[in-house]
């Protein structure tokens, strides 16, 4: 049996400051009667540790970039950050904040929101992806610290990660990256408590999860996770690693409570005598929420201990030279580089003139060929699928352990290791990261993806082959509903460019974005230059706009998309030489058009028409477009896939599927005879 | 520099059988212009080792419930798994299919399907899945076998997976519950050729498989995948082992052109050249397609060497009784047992009598309570979730190491590797799984879900905590556009029921189904039991019904779902109350509703009343009933989200995002003034 008193008499300092932050998850989950107490009662130590002699910050501004950045994967126990911001003073995560645990518009929510407060370093709950950001933040600091230097760029990245986390499989494609990019500045505790929501552990796994984090190329320790002299140590001899660091850390959760060692302690512990017995173990006798004032102020010297460390960075920062200053400055902001614009406009007019009938895919990375080397913040990268995906572009250098200033990153086939890691790099700051896999491999990200959306990670995905246009491959490679499962997650915008100028168009927004990220759908088959007269204007800006419009009489508005607007024009070329003035729009994005007024999108979708949307991929979500108040009569036609596609050359699915011209001139057609009955 | 000629001297007959596979590889790639070479001529020595000296099948009968399994997890080497198929004398994969390998209604699709023939046990291509299905192919093995003893099911689960398969996170979720459930029947051909699309895997990993493998539990094996007598003996030693085993087999790729070792020799090797130099290699003089009679033969004698075990099994299962024998082949046919449907009767009227408020997670183990006695082939489980997610019933018992007749599986937090599980407990047949988890984190699983629907595996998805009403946990842990991309998904039943009855109907349509996945999406809080009338129909088998009938002129028709039926119930109270005819229409499958014929759509949603949707989910896809064209004259109303949810108290959220029986009452109201004006 574990010894309380022992361990309170051997380090008394050290176990107040932890008990603060032990009684106040307590509290706080009392007060909501919902939450997680277990974890921040388990981990108080590592954290108490890390805090007070390892981790790098200044809780005046939780925004220094040079920071050591603190995640807490296993974000189910995000008392323990709110605590530790709390405590070390952090400006917005109040006591306040703390008795409102988990209530309306409380910044203090259940699992931590990155959008709440700056001292949030990343949103997690979902399992692991708190491990699969840690990536990319580690990444990060070695491409900016090989870019600017080690007396701008130096920090570690520690994480926090449970039982949950490890066996999540976004944990095995996280650390079996950073091991081989050798992110030795990467410290991983992993919180072996032993319990998970289902009872122990044992139920359900037995992993050596330290020889599995060795087989992939860490540094493992395992410790006594309250012995803060061991933890101490490891962090230290972690630090000196060179290689991603794990700690194991044996815990126990809830810890002196009566509900230690268990599921139950898990969860939220609200029982009135749970808690009064837990402090008194605790030897803490200061009511809900008290923290005296000699400990609250220990833990607030804590979180001024960077402060000189800070100041110090700055002034390096000042010494760097005006040029690279700005720079740094700039990618840290997050701003657009000026010459973006100019560079996007050259091209789209080049392309106007040359029209090429390219792949969008393939116009994507002509795109990227320019403007990667007016924009040093971008790093590239695919899930192994580099030239299918045509992201790798020829001044980035590939990143790996020995060329740390590579802007390539080969992710391996790992996408939601992927995706979660350019949440990391993206959340850090100072780079803009862009990956690519196959549309449909968007379920396997999507764990993540989402995550971009809720925090507003302004990540690029590329994602090519984006419908039964790959052909061959068959239908576990052919997206059919994966736009629709794009569109209907809030916050991000769907780019499915038709021709190399919206491809140049759609690059420039996603680069441009601050707090939305962007998925670029593109083709594997060629598709011909339909903007062929220049416009300096960014018309997928708007979200859609009239490409061609009706002669004659306007009868009939064909919508449509990507590699089908092609066959938009040519269907309307059908029917207006039958004398049915026909518009074509195309759509590339949207979420923007849904966001102008009401009176562009009147123009551009007027009332009266017929309308016909063609696209091969699922009608889900297209009757906003075809049947909305604007809508034709309530009857409109489709284009499209309604089932999953099959293995065979594009063409032919194109025509067995029936996503032709024909067809959509069969529609119009179908629509206006309906009209007149 | 590897010797082919030493190879082919050595063992001649061996080396002729696996040329066959490898130039029926070359051939049909070349002839198809795409697809992939290299996999199966790299791996043909193992795959002839395994087919001739140990894997139990009768070519006669790929149906044969005890057939060991063969699961091409690495399916872009389909052409392997063709070639097998064809050689050994498959009925359905003949030579004139593997010389349409890729197009139009061949059943030799790019990735294997496992649709298109029965030869193919599941559908490949996405990377891991298979690896996945095999864990649940094995573990319906042990579950079987300890039901009907070994004399009945006892064979093995043979898998092929690649570098890729392994890198991707499924892999080690796959593989730590194996380790864990001491599947010991299930082996593993690691096809370890360091090549992946970008190319060399150092580019992107340097985990030690074997060792990852090891610290999971698995017996490990390192061999020379070109020896024929090195691979027999790993095998050998591989089914005698107490736990999953795994054989990392060196091979070279494309081994024997002049792309071996390269990720060139990975895609479609098509140069005459190249294809002619390879055959030269073989020793191979035959023209494209062709197999000489002696080793076509020789593959013929290995497609019939179960023939006898099959026979032999037969008469053992003609033994076994006929009570238990009737079950087995009730069981293995798919057929529900006959007692269900009377079961889910009693039920309903039992719940219509006493009115339980309780939220539909709980009704779900209501039903599951009476369910589960009465079919036996139901394997329940969850991914960690099991208090929350109420998959565990009393009489299941927990399948683990020790206990094979537990029909509850602990699967750990492993929600695609849960997924994928299941896939293969349904694809080996005999066993019907269910899983549970929150509906949030069908993200993570989303990878197999749509393998399910494309396989169309009856697998049952329980996804609780539905929507915002699980509160504090906060966005990440609240769906709002899951229902959206489930329903988006071809051959998905989607329920979403609004009461205890419902539940019921939809657990026995989901437990009846043959050939479509289900997802019940259930909530946490609360809800009234809405069919207080029983009826011994299922009425949600037709997908939507009214629910309550406008009293006087139906002016409105209010559609909900799940959690908020009763929120339209309560706006048809107050509506009815100041005379707007009002029908509420309970839609508990889109899906089936779709399905039916257009005269009982048109009953249910009949054109004229104005109509609002109520769903605490986005209106994505929403339109198609709201304006579809028996819609309300294009203008409609929908009570639900447009962005993420929040952390705070579900009745809070409800009131804060406004979903609420008052706001359903005035989009009715305004709705109707607009018809009005």
Known sequence: MLDIATLRDRHPDHWNMAAAIRTLALDAVAAASSGHSGMPIGMADVATVLYRNHLKFDAADPEWPDRDRFILSNGHGSMLLYALLYLTGDREVTLDQIKNFRQLHAITAGHPESFLAKGIETTTGPLGQGLGNS???????????????????NHNTYVFAGDGCLMEGISQEALSMAGHKRLSKLIVFFDDNGITIDGGTSLADSTDQKKRFAASGWHVQEIDGHDPEAIDAAITAAKAANRPSMIACKTHIALGTSAQDTAKGHGALTDEQLIKDAKEAYGWSYGPFEIPSDIKQAWEEVGRQGAKAHADWKERLEGLGSGRRATFDRMMSGEVPKKLSATIRALKKQVSETEPKVATRKASEMVLEVVNPVTPETVGGSADLT????????????????????????????????????????????????????????????????????????????????????GEDGPTHQPVEHLAMLRATPNINVFRPADAVEVAEAWELALSSTSTPSVLALSRQGVPTLRTKHRTNNLTSRGAYVLAEAEGKRQAILLATGSEVSLALEARDMLQAEGIGTRVVSMPCWELFAQQDESYRRKVLPAGPVRVGIEAAVRFGWDEWLLGERGSRGKAGFVGMNSFGASAPAEELYKYFNITADAAADQVRDLLLGHKR
Chains 1, 2 share one sequence.
């Open 135 to 153: 990536v990319g933040f580690a990444l990060a600091e070695e491409i900016l610290r090989a870019r600017f230097g080690s007396k701008i760029m």
């Open 387 to 470: 030239g299918s995906n045509n992201t790798k572009t020829a001044d980035l250098g590939v990143f790996d352990a020995k060329n740390r200033k590579g802007r390539y990153i080969h992710y391996g086939i790992r996408e939601h290791g992927m995706a979660a890691a350019m949440n990391g790099i993206a959340l850090h700051g100072g780079l803009r990261p862009y990956g690519g896999t196959f549309l449909t491999f968007s379920d396997y990200a999507r764990g993540a993806i989402r995550l971009s959306a809720l925090m507003g990670s302004p990540v690029t995905y590329v994602m090519t082959h984006d419908s039964i246009g790959l």
